[in-house]
């Protein structure tokens, strides 16, 4: 059986100084690809790096994709399908908009691939594949067959990166997060010693990411995560709520087993927006205070903002940078506010009227598509745009880290190669919205 397993291409082009995509060893397509037998001939294709040869017709196409991506998912699904391949959608935005993905699939997959895949194979086989698989409970971690890594081109990846999950899900249930949608608001973890094994695996051990949405979620689980880590003497990142700062135990730990970053969401400054988006855990700590923890344990942080919020007025663009500058914030990501299908912001804003393009392109949370409320279309694009602009200058990096300790020094080299990709992708973003204005 052959089959081929693509990842669309980004609407939003990131480059590199050598003018090459920025590509990480994703774990979804090589955690699909654990699901086939093993002599399955499988073919991993990139759309962003791989050229596609619809002329090369597998037994069956898997894609996988986003919000943004879907357009191009659908493209290559339909071309695909009429020279008769078997097309199966899979991913968080097919999961939200099943109905939508069904025209361009023979089967669409909603939610997790270990829940669905076996039966999904069966009824391929036996030909008789149904619209729909959606299973009625959520996967159990213990035993996942380990990402098919081996089945992706290194040399045209991030070398110096690799990927492992520790956890799926998160408690909280913020309203314009997906992750609840998709993997239910439910917190698993896998068995610590099946992730040290399969750490110690690993190739490209230089750095490791660890991909969970809140790897300190249940603090005695991590806890013990960290102790077992702390021999394999790694460098690692990962994301965690600003609640990790009152655990000093937990902080220490994190430090010591070798975490040097964390992504962390702020989101805003602004009690009103966080209770108005129900993300009401960053309402119980002080962000000042929180920072300054984490940075005295010898961790960085990769602070995530959104504009567009509520109670967002003129003055948030420039409040927010401030307070990235003053804080130290080593890295940052900017987002507009954007009501992704299957969240309960886009119930929200879609039964108040207020979206006004539904171009599934514009949804990579750098274009307006909604109607702000206290800020025009206009001012909160150009409030977006002047943010990241402003915190990629050499003036805002050299106030991030110049007291020059290893976090800093870390960083600098990252903040460089995000200026060049935040650079691109602006522009990328400005040229098309002006041909659409041409149009």
């Given at each position: 059986?052959?089959?081929?397993?693509?990842?669309?291409?980004?609407?939003?082009?990131?480059?590199t100084?050598?003018?090459k995509?920025?590509?990480?060893?994703?774990?979804?397509?090589?955690?699909?690809?654990?699901?086939?037998?093993i002599?399955?001939?499988?073919?991993?294709?990139?759309?962003?790096?791989?050229?596609?040869?619809?002329?090369?017709?597998?037994?069956?196409?898997?894609?996988?994709?986003?919000?943004?991506?879907a357009?191009?998912?659908?493209?290559?699904?339909?071309?695909?399908?009429?020279?008769?391949?078997?097309?199966?959608?899979?991913?968080?935005?097919?999961?939200?908009?099943?109905?939508?993905?069904?025209?361009?699939?023979?089967?669409?997959?909603?939610?997790?691939?270990e829940?669905?895949?076996?039966?999904?194979?069966?009824?391929?086989?036996?030909?008789?594949?149904?619209?729909?698989?959606?299973?009625?409970?959520?996967?159990?971690?213990?035993?996942?067959?380990?990402?098919?890594?081996?089945?992706?081109?290194?040399?045209?990846?991030?070398?110096?990166m690799?990927?492992?999950?520790?956890?799926?899900g998160?408690?909280?249930?913020?309203?314009?997060?997906?992750?609840?949608?998709?993997?239910?608001?439910?917190?698993?973890?896998?068995?610590?010693?099946?992730?040290?094994?399969?750490?110690k695996?690993?190739?490209?051990?230089?750095?490791?990411?660890?991909?969970?949405?809140?790897?300190?979620?249940?603090?005695?689980?991590?806890?013990?995560?960290?102790?077992?880590?702390?021999?394999?003497?790694?460098?690692?990142?990962?994301?965690?709520?600003?609640?990790?700062?009152?655990?000093?135990?937990?902080?220490?730990?994190?430090?010591k087993?070798?975490?040097?970053?964390?992504?962390?969401?702020?989101?805003?400054?602004?009690?009103?927006?966080?209770?108005q988006?129900?993300?009401?855990?960053?309402?119980?700590f002080?962000?000042?205070?929180?920072?300054?923890?984490?940075?005295?344990?010898?961790?960085?942080?990769?602070?995530?903002?959104?504009?567009?919020?509520?109670?967002?007025?003129?003055?948030?663009?420039e409040?927010?940078?401030?307070?990235?500058?003053?804080?130290?914030?080593e890295?940052?990501?900017?987002?507009?506010?954007?009501?992704?299908?299957?969240?309960r912001?886009?119930?929200?804003?879609?039964?108040?009227?207020?979206?006004?393009?539904?171009?599934?392109?514009?949804?990579?949370?750098?274009?307006?598509?909604?109607?702000?409320?206290?800020?025009?279309?206009?001012?909160?694009?150009?409030?977006?745009?002047?943010?990241?602009?402003?915190?990629?200058?050499?003036?805002?990096?050299?106030?991030?880290?110049m007291?020059?300790?290893?976090?800093?020094?870390?960083?600098?080299?990252?903040?460089?190669?995000?200026?060049k990709?935040?650079?691109a992708?602006?522009?990328?973003?400005?040229?098309?919205?002006?041909?659409?204005?041409?149009?």
């Amino acid at each position: 059986m052959r089959v081929h397993l693509i990842s669309p291409r980004s609407p939003v082009t990131v480059i590199t100084k050598r003018e090459k995509a920025i590509q990480f060893s994703r774990l979804s397509l090589t955690t699909v690809a654990a699901q086939f037998p093993i002599d399955t001939d499988i073919h991993i294709i990139n759309d962003s790096l791989d050229e596609i040869n619809f002329n090369d017709t597998p037994d069956m196409v898997g894609i996988t994709c986003i919000t943004s991506t879907a357009p191009r998912a659908y493209e290559i699904a339909d071309r695909y399908r009429e020279k008769g391949v078997p097309v199966i959608l899979g991913g968080i935005h097919p999961t939200a908009m099943p109905q939508e993905a069904a025209k361009h699939a023979d089967a669409v997959v909603m939610g997790e691939a270990e829940a669905t895949m076996p039966q999904l194979l069966q009824d391929f086989h036996a030909g008789k594949l149904q619209q729909f698989y959606r299973a009625t409970e959520r996967p159990n971690l213990i035993h996942l067959p380990l990402p098919r890594k081996e089945l992706l081109f290194g040399n045209r990846y991030y070398r110096e990166m690799d990927m492992v999950q520790t956890t799926r899900g998160c408690p909280f249930a913020c309203d314009f997060c997906s992750v609840s949608d998709f993997f239910g608001r439910t917190y698993r973890t896998r068995p610590i010693e099946e992730v040290v094994r399969e750490v110690k695996l690993l190739k490209n051990r230089t750095i490791l990411f660890f991909v969970d949405d809140n790897i300190a979620a249940h603090p005695t689980y991590a806890k013990q995560l960290f102790t077992a880590l702390l021999p394999l003497k790694i460098r690692w990142f990962g994301q965690a709520s600003i609640a990790i700062a009152q655990n000093k135990e937990l902080l220490k730990l994190a430090a010591k087993s070798g975490c040097k970053g964390l992504f962390i969401g702020f989101e805003t400054l602004s009690d009103f927006n966080l209770q108005q988006v129900h993300k009401k855990v960053n309402l119980a700590f002080d962000f000042q205070e929180g920072i300054k923890k984490i940075h005295d344990s010898g961790i960085g942080i990769i602070g995530a903002f959104i504009f567009g919020f509520d109670g967002d007025n003129e003055g948030v663009f420039e409040n927010t940078v401030q307070f990235i500058e003053q804080n130290r914030i080593e890295l940052a990501s900017f987002s507009i506010l954007t009501p992704l299908p299957g969240t309960r912001l886009y119930e929200q804003f879609n039964s108040q009227g207020r979206i006004f393009d539904r171009n599934w392109e514009k949804y990579t949370c750098g274009e307006v598509v909604f109607k702000p409320a206290l800020l025009t279309v206009d001012q909160l694009q150009e409030g977006y745009y002047w943010a990241r602009k402003h915190i990629s200058t050499y003036g805002s990096i050299a106030k991030r880290t110049m007291y020059l300790n290893k976090i800093a020094l870390l960083s600098i080299p990252v903040n460089l190669v995000m200026r060049k990709a935040s650079r691109a992708s602006l522009k990328n973003i400005k040229a098309r919205k002006d041909h659409e204005k041409k149009r």
